[in-house]
């Protein structure tokens, strides 16, 4: 079992790079689905 958060740090660090294209395709603030704390 994973912990939900480390999960979606998992996530994000393996599609990084589709994020920041996203953010530069965008321009716009794309927020990351992600509940912090």
Do not use: P
């Not at 660090?13 to 530069?24: P, Y």
Request: aromatic letters at 8%; one cysteine or more.
């Amino acid at each position: 079992m994973y912990n939900q958060q480390e999960v979606c740090l998992e996530t994000i660090a393996k599609n990084i790079r589709l994020f920041e294209f996203v953010r530069n395709t965008h321009k716009h603030h794309v927020s990351i689905t992600c509940d912090r704390g």
